[in-house]
T-cell receptor, first 114, second 112 residues
Framework: AQSVTQLGSHVSVSEGALVLLRCNYSSSVPPYLFWYVQYPNQGLQLLLKYTSAATLVKGINGFEAEFKKSETSFHLTKPSAHMSDAAEYFCAQNFYSSASKIIFGSGTRLSIRP | SQTIHQWPATLVQPVGSPLSLECTVEGTSNPNLYWYRQAAGRGLQLLFYSVGIGQISSEVPQNLSASRPQDRQFILSSKKLLLSDSGFYLC???????????FGQGTRLTVV
């Protein structure tokens, strides 16, 4: 079965430190992969996406992610955390077909320490 | 440009009462539509998705149902709410030429 696994339900880093949020996918063929961010009581906003072009994808707010087929991973990173990065982050996958379902990971809550 | 509207933003309903949450999309045709539920401290659970008018796929057996009476309208319903139906409900759409989904602002449902 297709699934997305996010390691760590809660990650805490200091302001200015590296942010690393982990995501692994499970499918027989490489899917399209996404990272979304959710601020409290709001919908989800797309941070970045991988659609089989460049394996290193740059997104908004200084985030980037690298697709590694050998590791079935799509980890999200940011070199220097900012207080405004505190939010919930979701990794998701789908396949480009008209009947495709979008499957989400369980989410990682990112906290930033002053 | 495309926009998605979801309402109401918050809702408090007694156990056993009916539910109707509505989601509409503007600026696109024949989108895929999705309902997700996010329980407190948990991830997003796909409840229903639709690839066209009247076509509904249910992902999880439950007390809820969905309908798509028009191309850009997606409705989540229940005849009798349970306490366990409380949560944050999100509607999303994906266009035929899009890879990603776009989300509404969500409805916070509290069943009391």
């Amino acid at each position: 079965a297709q699934s997305v696994t996010q390691l760590g339900s809660h990650v805490s880093v200091s302001e200015g430190a590296l942010v690393l949020l982990r995501c692994n996918y499970s499918s027989s063929v490489p899917p399209y992969l996404f990272w979304y961010v959710q601020y409290p009581n709001q919908g989800l906003q797309l941070l970045l996406k991988y659609t089989s072009a460049a394996t290193l994808v740059k997104g908004i707010n200084g985030f980037e992610a690298e697709f590694k087929k050998s590791e079935t991973s799509f980890h999200l990173t940011k070199p220097s955390a900012h207080m405004s990065d505190a939010a919930e982050y979701f990794c998701a996958q789908n396949f480009y077909s008209s009947a495709s379902k979008i499957i989400f990971g369980s989410g990682t809550r990112l906290s930033i320490r002053p | 440009s495309q926009t998605i509207h979801q309402w109401p933003a918050t809702l408090v309903q007694p156990v056993g009462s009916p539910l109707s949450l509505e989601c509409t999309v503007e600026g696109t045709s024949n989108p895929n539509l999705y309902w997700y539920r996010q329980a407190a401290g948990r991830g997003l659970q796909l409840l229903f998705y639709s690839v066209g008018i009247g076509q509904i796929s249910s992902e999880v057996p439950q007390n809820l149902s969905a309908s798509r009476p028009q191309d850009r309208q997606f409705i989540l319903s229940s005849k009798k709410l349970l306490l366990s139906d409380s949560g944050f409900y999100l509607c999303a759409w994906r266009g035929q030429k899009n890879t990603e989904a776009f989300f509404g602002q969500g409805t916070r449902l509290t069943v009391v």
